[in-house]
Nanobody, 126 residues
Framework: QVQLIESGGGPVQAGASLNVSCAVYRLPFAPLAMAWFRQTPGKERDLVARINRSGNLKNYADSVKGRFTISRDNAKNTVYLQMNSLKPEDTAVYLC???????????????????WGQGTQVTVSS
């Protein structure tokens, strides 16, 4: 069974940086898109960043563009999210997602991803 395991979250002060990672297990091939979503209590799960299989196409939420960088290492089956200049508004559970099945559309919504990690908490204090 495919598993995604995130790590690297934690409490930080505003302006700090974090690098969260997500390792994919029991998958002998690179997923299509991989992505980071974030979710706060009572709110929808929103896309933070997406990266395609080759790593040459990236998408970011406007709120994180210029501050966050998504990358992936297919040899390690791992996706990363480098988060710089963190703001209190970035506080959320960050969830890793992997798309294994193509659906004829660029995967930007939670329902378009096939496997999920349990999330890693990022808390940014002012």
């Amino acid at each position: 069974q495919v598993q995604l395991i995130e790590s690297g979250g934690g409490p930080v002060q505003a302006g700090a940086s974090l690098n969260v990672s997500c390792a994919v297990y029991r998958l002998p091939f690179a997923p299509l898109a991989m992505a980071w979503f974030r979710q706060t209590p009572g709110k929808e799960r929103d896309l933070v960043a997406r990266i395609n299989r080759s790593g040459n196409l990236k998408n970011y939420a406007d709120s994180v563009k210029g501050r966050f960088t998504i990358s992936r290492d297919n040899a390690k089956n791992t996706v990363y999210l480098q988060m710089n200049s963190l703001k209190p508004e970035d506080t959320a559970v960050y969830l890793c997602a992997a798309q294994l099945i193509g659906r004829g559309v660029r995967a930007l919504k939670p329902g378009e991803y096939d496997y999920w990690g349990q999330g890693t908490q990022v808390t940014v204090s002012s």
